[in-house]
């Protein structure tokens, strides 16, 4: 689903750094940054209201009419976020500034729907691209793509060229890329996945790198701007 619009009510942040954003959290605040068509604006909103807006109907491709400290909306998309590894919420956030009028790129999800007749037949379903890249104006942007893999038999494949797409919405990535395949089943035992802590390390030092990049950014602009 495309076309939807969610307000979100914002706050200016006045003190950056890696520090303060720790008790923004602790306070249940998410430190983010609107990147504008002029400067980046430090910001801070609810958790809750973050999560409740990211999710509607449109996921995570609504569009947020972002009102900060009571003024002037801005029509924004998400950029990128960051979650806890642990408890799952949301500690920094980036807002894009976008208009209405202007075309967009964004990485839409393909979801396969139906049940494939390789499947059925022993074979093995792989879902081997689960997102595309696309260009459209922000309000129509869907939530994510289907593609129907009823008709697929074992050796068969989908191709990129072959998933449908809603009117005004344009594919950029290769054509020829495959999207699904049914394959006879492997003998092979799968490989072991990664230590939980050693992902949970990668993600926190991630976010941590992102509020500094975002503060870096910002303090930049400014002494630019002061200049």
Do not use: C
């Not at 009117?167 to 230590?195: F, K």
């Not at 030092?205 to 701007?225: C, W």
Request: no cysteine.
């Amino acid at each position: 689903m495309a076309g939807s619009r969610v307000k979100l009510t914002v706050s200016e942040r006045t003190t950056l750094g890696s520090s303060e954003s720790r008790r923004l959290r602790r306070q249940g605040l998410v430190p983010g940054v609107l990147y504008g068509r002029e400067a980046p604006v430090p910001i801070l909103v609810g958790e809750r209201d973050l999560r409740a807006a990211l999710t509607t109907t449109a996921g995570s491709h609504a569009v947020l009419d972002v009102e900060i400290d009571g003024g002037k909306q801005h029509s924004a998309i998400l950029k990128e976020f960051q979650r806890d590894p642990v408890r799952g919420q949301i500690t920094h956030v980036d807002l894009q500034e976008v208009r209405l009028d202007q075309a967009i790129h964004s990485s839409v999800a393909v979801t396969l729907v139906g049940d494939a007749a390789g499947v059925k037949e022993g074979g093995v379903l792989s879902h081997v691209l689960t997102e595309v890249n696309v260009e459209g104006l922000p309000l129509e942007i869907p939530q994510h793509l289907e593609l129907d893999v009823s008709g697929l038999r074992i050796g068969e494949s989908l191709r990129l060229a072959e998933l449908p797409v809603p009117e005004g919405i344009t594919l950029l990535d290769d054509p020829d890329e495959v999207i699904a395949t049914v394959t006879q089943p492997s003998r092979e035992e799968p490989e072991a996945p990664a230590e939980g802590e050693e992902a949970a390390e990668a993600v926190a030092e991630g976010e941590e790198a992102a509020t500094a990049v975002a503060d870096a950014e910002i303090a930049e602009s400014q002494e630019s701007e002061e200049g």
